[in-house]
């Protein structure tokens, strides 16, 4: 076949820096699919193409093998022994062609299932995945009730904190959204609360093998299912299994986390910390919403923040003259990528390469602004700075000023302009992921 790649290996990391769009029935469809399967996927929605085949138009997603293995961080075996596995037909594990979904549209009450994926290639080192034409509006053409979302973000997180990153990510601009064109009552570093039942939230988790129940295929397939309907069936399902296994470490549960207390300490509370760590949009906060008989939780509510807002929520005045302690934020992969190609697009000159960018970025907390400052500094200066970028380190950690510029030490250069250097991306990936 040898089709070239929609994007080569020196694209990578500007692929890592972009968005992907979901539609928000999608992005709250229930279906299970192991982490490599929907992050794939989510890679694939990114780089997706029309192209004719056989006279029909399909969205297409072309990416070369090697860029998969460094974006998925695949490093153990071939991509290709990767897809052999993935498209596996298995009765215990969902293949990426039997990816399959449930899409509920409130709006106009009705559910859809469908396939997310026509055909996998894999030939010449080449990946291509033709996704299915009943997919293709819920990825494409997205004009209103969608979701722009962090690739690098999602990529970054695992399997579980990926899916509330979506579902959560997605109720926050939708509220977002409402607040100012709806209601009229936006207030910024607005936090907003969603409430799940539980059952439903742990079926867009993928929580929960419906396949194996027919009752619960059956009432997921109505437009407002019964939670407590199926509650029930599960409870039923429990009973059975340890009826049928007596030995705990062999039981085979459709559901799991079946207690809120292992749902919580096993899923939510480590999602939560993931995405404080990783994310650069969003973090949250829970609480049980609701208690049924016997003290069963039923619901839960999401008190969902913007990263960012939240962190200047955080700033304390401590004196009169309102000087402010601010709460150092972790940053994200993806904003590192960002600020990178950001501070080399500034410098633009060989005698910067990506281990003193790095150094320039580390020294000036990340803040692209205190880099610039530095550098229109080091312009500044009538002779030429033997060592540019120790310069700039010193006016960065010593917080030099552009009107104090000429009162400092250093010697000046005049050189403006050079051929940018180019970047070894997987030397840059290693140093970006080792910070």
Do not use: C
Not at 112 to 138: H, L, Q, S
Not at 216 to 244: A, Q
Not at 269 to 285: A, G, M, N, T, Y
């Amino acid at each position: 076949m040898g089709r070239k790649s929609n994007i080569s290996s020196k694209e990578t990391f500007s692929l890592l820096s972009q968005e992907y769009e979901k539609s928000n029935n999608l992005i709250n469809a229930v279906g299970q699919a192991n982490e490599l399967v929907q992050k794939l996927t989510v890679v694939s929605i990114t780089v997706a193409k029309e192209e004719e085949i056989d006279g029909n138009m399909k969205l297409v997603a072309t990416i070369m093998g090697q860029d998969l293995k460094k974006i998925l961080k695949k490093s153990n075996n071939s991509f290709y022994d990767q897809v052999k596995i993935l498209t596996e037909k298995r009765v215990d594990k969902q293949s990426l062609l039997d990816y399959y979904l449930l899409i509920y549209d409130d709006k106009a009450q009705r559910v859809e299932g469908i396939n997310v994926v026509e055909k996998v290639e894999f030939n010449n080192g080449v990946f291509r995945m033709i996704f299915t034409d009943a997919i293709k509006p819920y990825i494409s053409g997205l004009k209103n009730n969608y979701t722009k979302l962090s690739l690098v973000d999602a990529l970054s997180l695992d399997l579980y904190s990926f899916r509330l990153y979506e579902l959560l990510k997605s109720e926050y601009d939708i509220k977002e959204w409402e607040a100012k064109n709806k209601y009229h009552n936006y207030v910024p570093n607005s936090k907003y609360l969603v409430r799940y039942d539980l059952i439903d939230l742990q079926l867009k988790l993928g929580l929960i093998d419906a396949n194996r129940d027919d009752r619960i295929k059956k009432e997921l397939k109505n437009v407002t299912p019964d939670f407590n309907k199926i509650r029930v069936y599960l409870k039923e399902n429990e009973r059975k299994e340890i009826e049928r296994e007596p030995n705990p470490r062999k039981r085979k549960y459709i559901q799991k986390y079946r207690d809120w207390n292992g749902f919580k300490n096993k899923l939510l509370i480590p999602s939560q910390k993931e995405l404080e760590e990783k994310s650069s949009s969003i973090v949250f906060d829970f609480d049980k919403a609701r208690t049924g008989r016997g003290g069963l939780v039923t619901e839960i509510t999401f008190e969902i923040s913007n990263k960012q807002k939240a962190a200047e929520e955080q700033e304390i005045v401590v004196n009169n003259e309102s000087s402010v302690v601010v709460e150092p934020t972790p940053i994200s992969e993806a904003e590192k990528y960002m600020i990178f190609f950001k501070v080399q697009t500034l410098l633009g000159t060989e005698l910067f390469k990506p281990d003193e960018i790095l150094l320039l970025m580390e020294d000036a907390n990340y803040d692209y602004n205190r880099i610039e400052n530095a550098y229109k500094i080091l312009q500044m200066q009538k002779n030429e700075v033997p060592k540019p970028v120790g310069f700039m380190r010193d006016a960065i950690r010593q917080g030099w000023e552009l009107p104090n510029a000429a009162t400092k030490q250093k010697p000046k250069t005049t050189f403006m302009e050079f051929p940018q250097e180019k970047t070894d991306f997987e030397e840059l990936e290693k140093l970006l992921l080792d910070n």
